[in-house]
């Protein structure tokens, strides 16, 4: 399915409904939004990074959410919103990118699995991402929900 490109009038509409939602929020900081080819990237400047981040990037997690379902919802069709503050997910993809690596080299050294526990999904995608084209180990996902789990092995 091809994505459908933002419009001008809908780009405008997104960057309503994010200036709207931080104001609800009280959150001042400025934003810029960046249509992609099959999502929106948000990067906000704050001095409240800390509170919008939230322990762990719940917070942040559940804001990228609501403006994802806000949007989709004002648009009429789903759209996958990203959301950086303070460069949160820039460096969480470098320490997932490192942990993916350090991993892999343990599935070699002891040339059996390692599972990689309590991952987003988001972060889940990174490390697959990352190993996907990997001539010596490949990733798997195993489980549901917040049991699921990542598992790095050997190729056979």
């Known amino acids: 399915m091809e994505e459908k490109k933002l419009t001008k ?30 999502h929106i990237d948000i990067s906000l400047e704050t001095q409240d990074t800390g509170m919008v981040i939230g322990y762990h990037g719940e ?25 950086e503050v303070g460069d949160y ?13 350090q991993t892999k080299e343990k599935v070699l050294a002891e040339n059996k699995e390692q599972v990689l526990f309590a991952l987003k999904p988001w972060e889940r995608r990174i490390v697959h991402l990352y190993l996907q084209d990997d001539e010596k ?20």
């Open 9 to 38: 009038k809908e780009l405008k509409l997104v960057e309503d409904i994010v200036e709207k939602l931080l104001s609800l929020l009280e959150v001042e900081g400025t934003f810029d939004v960046q249509p992609k080819e099959d």
């Open 59 to 83: 917070a942040l997690d559940s804001l990228q959410l609501i403006l994802s379902l806000m949007i989709s919802r004002k648009i009429g069709r789903f759209i996958r919103t990203s959301v």
């Open 137 to 156: 180990v490949t990733s798997e996902g195993s489980g549901e929900g917040k049991e699921r789990v990542l598992i790095i092995k050997p190729k056979a």
């Open 89 to 101: 997910k820039k460096n969480r993809t470098e320490y997932l990118e490192k942990l993916a690596e």
